[in-house]
């Protein structure tokens, strides 16, 4: 059974619908990263962030997930390959088209967290600063994304997993974001081979054993059925 880590970007929910960030018409043509996605922006201006990860919130609960979804949940349902994601998106498409095996190593919408003490909890449809943590009773409620400056979520596991594969894939990613812009080094220097599939060559597509680029609704289907008539 071989061992796949794949990694997914926003590329991947793009086709659902949720606008990606450094598109032309992307989320931060409206926002500055440091008003919406830092600690500091956070102390600043709570209700600016939250009312921005509300909408957030509220457009990826009305996407569905796409062909490139269900085609990874395929592949892990199947059995014949043993299937880890790691996806940057902080929507849960990959959880409604079926995906079990899976790390959001920059959070999710869908959880709360508190500032103050570091409980989480599911996240209502509308946070804001009044809120209370059920676990301290402060009003620090925060939602829980890894926001620039912070570590993302089980790195070591990540990294393991990483170390250990068969094969590394990394879908609808910009190459731009560490550490998850460098697991394609780090497979390279593990002997793991690479395999890009994206819409266009990412900043670190001459890292990749093999690159196929076009729509993720295309590319990832097509690949599944590769690998599942192997």
Same mark, same amino acid.
């Given at each position: ?130 809120? #209370?943590?059920? %676990?301290?009773?402060? =009003? /620090? @409620?925060?939602?829980?994304?890894? +926001?620039?400056? *912070? &570590? ?55 890292? #990749?054993?093999? %690159?196929?680029?076009? =729509? /993720? @609704?295309?590319?990832?289907?097509? +690949?599944?059925? *590769? &690998?599942?008539?192997?």
């Amino acid at each position: 059974m071989a061992r796949i880590v794949i990694l997914t970007g926003a590329g991947i929910s793009a086709e659902s619908g949720i606008r990606t960030f450094r598109a032309s018409d992307g989320l931060w043509e409206e926002h500055r990263i440091e008003d919406v996605a830092t600690p500091e922006g956070f102390a600043r201006n709570p209700a600016l962030v939250h009312r921005f990860y509300n909408q957030r919130r509220a457009a990826a609960t009305a996407a569905e997930p796409n062909a490139a979804h269900r085609a990874l949940a395929r592949l892990e349902a199947a059995g014949a390959h043993q299937v880890l994601i790691v996806t940057q998106n902080v929507d849960d498409l990959h959880e409604r088209a079926g995906s079990q095996n899976l790390i959001h190593m920059h959070g999710t919408l869908n959880g709360a967290l508190c500032a103050a003490c570091g409980h989480r909890w599911s996240a209502p449809a509308e946070m804001n600063k009044t809120q #209370f943590c059920p %676990a301290c009773g402060k =009003p /620090a @409620t925060r939602p829980d994304i890894v +926001w620039f400056g *912070e &570590m993302p979520y089980r790195m070591e596991e990540i990294w393991t997993a990483l170390r250990a594969a068969d094969l590394f894939v990394s879908i609808g990613t910009s190459g731009n974001v560490y550490p998850a812009a460098g697991f394609v080094a780090d497979a390279m220097h593990a002997g793991v081979p690479t395999l890009e599939l994206n819409l266009e060559p990412s900043q670190g597509t001459r890292m #990749f054993d093999e %690159a196929r680029h076009g =729509p /993720a @609704t295309q590319v990832v289907p097509a +690949w599944v059925d *590769e &690998m599942l008539c192997a």
